[in-house]
């Protein structure tokens, strides 16, 4: 398999850190330290989640040389999606992919590595020949806009990118690892209310509780764990760290992605990082770096690339790929 295309849209209100000021006690010079972002996209009430995805998705399309008509598959990595049945077919009808089935797949922040790994199965198997693969989130919806510790951290976007068959194959090793024992470290739980419809017929209805994370420890967990699945991955391939060519880490923290390519001895300029202009865009902040990569034409065909996507689950995964056909 190969990945042939990429595109990425955002919404245009832009909120940066001065702004937040006026939101929750805290600072430019706190975010900015603490985090590396600098602003964040926020979409509007009647933006949708498929809006975002579909016009990140006609770009990457383009890109590819691929029509809608084309599609075996429509993967959409998200944990915001517009309805609570998945929204991937909706994308589907907006792009005109009659031929595609669309399904969503929810690994929060390591939604989009876990989709690129399941996509490349069905080419692998030879089920599917072209893929688009889809990360996008509307997390502004879900968070708690007076709580300082996790509202300065998000940002809504969309990435998307096209495989397809190739003669040889460019996914060159992941590993992906789950561990529900930590779930509690970051949740954007159902919280449901009683509601008895007869006698001993209770049932529950609700709505969802706003983002809940342990910072501190969700930040140990990236910095101890996202280095093991890189170099397990990068066994798989084969491959030594020095051929690596990018580091596309989840966006999440400056920090984190400091500490990670130090840990690596990945030289700061391999390591790919917009987290400053769009925050945590969850499921889509990878696709959406390595998209801008790829229009600044720092990311070239044949160029390796470590991509690593760590979150709720918790979850974490990495995936090596060469750029390009
Ligand atoms: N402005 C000013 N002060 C603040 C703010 C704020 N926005 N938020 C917290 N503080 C204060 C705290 O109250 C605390 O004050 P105290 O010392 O008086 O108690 C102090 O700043 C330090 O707070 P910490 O929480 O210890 O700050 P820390 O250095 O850990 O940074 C952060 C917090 C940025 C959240 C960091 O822990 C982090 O990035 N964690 C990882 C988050 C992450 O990567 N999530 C990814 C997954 S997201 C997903 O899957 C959906």
């Known amino acids: 398999m190969a990945i042939t295309g990429s595109g990425s849209a955002v919404p245009a209100t832009c909120l940066d850190n001065q702004g937040l000021t ?3 006690d805290t600072s430019d010079e706190w975010i ?4 590396g972002i600098r602003q964040r996209r926020l979409a509007k009430p009647s933006e949708s989640l498929t809006e975002l995805a579909t016009a990140a998705s006609r770009k990457a399309l383009a890109a590819a040389g691929v029509q809608p008509q084309e599609l075996d598959l429509i993967l959409l990595a998200t944990s ?25 797949l929810t690994a929060a922040c390591s939604g989009f590595v876990f989709g690129l790994v399941t996509a490349a199965q069905y080419i692998r198997t030879g089920a599917y020949q072209n893929i688009l693969l ?7 919806r879900w968070v708690d806009w007076q709580d300082r510790s996790t509202c300065i951290l998000f940002g809504d976007g969309a990435g998307s990118v096209v495989l397809q068959a190739n003669q040889s194959d460019r996914l060159l090793g992941f590993e992906l690892k789950s561990d529900g ?13 009683s509601i008895s419809l007869i006698q001993d017929v209770n049932i529950g209805q609700g709505n969802f509780h706003p983002i809940t994370m342990n910072g501190k420890e969700v930040y140990r967990f990236a ?12 066994f798989r ?19 984190i992605l400091d500490a990670v390519a130090q840990r690596l001895n990945i030289p700061e300029y391999k390591v790919i990082s917009n987290l400053a202009n769009y925050g945590n865009t969850s499921a889509a902040s990878i696709p959406l770096a390595l998209d801008e990569a790829v229009q600044h034409r720092k990311i070239k065909s044949g160029d ?7 979150g709720a689950g918790l979850s974490w995964g990495a995936a090596i790929f060469q750029w390009g056909r």
Not at 304 to 310: L, P
Request: charged share 20%.
């Open 223 to 234: 910095v101890q764990k996202v280095p093991e699945v890189i170099d397990k991955a990068l």
């Open 134 to 140: 889809i990360g996008a989130d509307i997390l502004s």
């Open 304 to 310: 390796i690339i470590v991509a690593s996507g760590f």
């Open 80 to 104: 915001t999606t517009d309805d609570l049945f998945g929204s991937a077919c909706k994308i589907q009808a907006e792009l005109g992919a009659t031929k595609a089935v669309a399904f969503d």
């Open 22 to 24: 006026k939101l929750v």
């Open 32 to 35: 900015t330290t603490r985090t």
């Open 237 to 255: 391939a084969n491959l030594s760290v020095d051929q690596i060519d990018w580091l596309i880490l989840h966006q999440a923290n400056q920090r």
């Open 181 to 193: 024992s930590q779930n509690n470290q970051l949740n954007l739980p159902y919280t449901s209310k």
